[in-house]
């Protein structure tokens, strides 16, 4: 089935420095692929997204590209702020499949 | 105005109890789910509904039991509420139909604390 690797945290940053959190994915389609956070007492928001491959997604200034040969969709950001500490969860849907199968979540703290 | 809602926030139980917890969003998607998280933050799909219909069941003790009276709400019942029940549980909501991506809109989640 569907499956989503992340790498485990936590992560421990200083203000400004570069954040990557790798991802890798199984499946048998053709994936949309997602990145969703949850700040602390909160819900998950959708951070980016991309349904095909060497589709970019980005927003808030994280990036993270659909790579199809390598089934990876790594999330990266040039500096990070305090106000990125959050948790990051990969995900993808399959488009035959209602589900989203969620990675495990990587734990992000930025310290000033 | 909120996308996806969830009451109560916040729910402290003795163990034996019955619970509800109350989603509804005003998205007019056609497909809503509740996840389970547990205390190490993993999500687990628990149910899903496409248009009041029951779609995802997935390995989930019988005392939980959703249900959707219309495609705007989907509430969840648990009988006999046990420790390990304890988590935060989420509510979903996405349109699938029509769409590529299927993005899921969360709510805030409820907190359940089983004592």
């Known amino acids: 089935g569907d499956s989503v690797t992340q790498m485990e945290g936590p992560v421990t940053l200083s203000e400004e420095a570069f954040l990557t959190i790798n991802c890798t994915y199984t499946a048998t389609g053709y994936p949309s692929l997602f990145w969703y956070v949850q700040y602390p007492g909160e819900g998950l928001q959708l951070l980016l997204k991309?349904?095909?491959?060497?589709d970019k997604g980005s927003n808030k200034g994280f990036e993270a590209t659909y790579r199809k040969e390598t089934t990876s969709f790594h999330l990266e950001k040039g500096s990070v702020q305090v106000s990125d500490s959050a948790v990051y969860f990969c995900?993808?849907?399959?488009?035959?499949?209602?589900?989203?199968?969620f990675g495990a979540g990587t734990t992000v703290t930025v310290r000033a | 105005d909120t996308a996806v809602s969830q009451t109560p926030k916040y729910l402290v139980t003795q163990m034996g109890n019955d619970k509800s917890i109350k989603c509804e969003q005003n998205?007019?998607?056609?497909?809503m789910y509740w996840y389970k998280q547990d205390s190490k933050k993993f999500l687990k799909i628990m149910f899903s509904y496409n248009n009041k219909e029951l779609i995802i069941n997935e390995t989930v003790p019988n005392r939980f039991s959703p249900k959707s009276p219309d495609k705007a709400h989907l509430n969840l019942h648990i009988n006999s509420l046990e420790l390990g029940d304890s988590a935060v549980y989420f509510c979903a909501s996405s349109q699938t139909t029509g769409l590529v991506s299927r993005e899921q809109f969360f709510g805030p989640g409820t907190r359940l604390t089983v004592l």
């Open positions: 991309a349904t095909k491959a060497d």
């Open positions: 998205l007019g998607h056609d497909t």
């Open positions: 995900a993808l849907s399959d488009r035959n499949d209602y589900k989203l199968s």
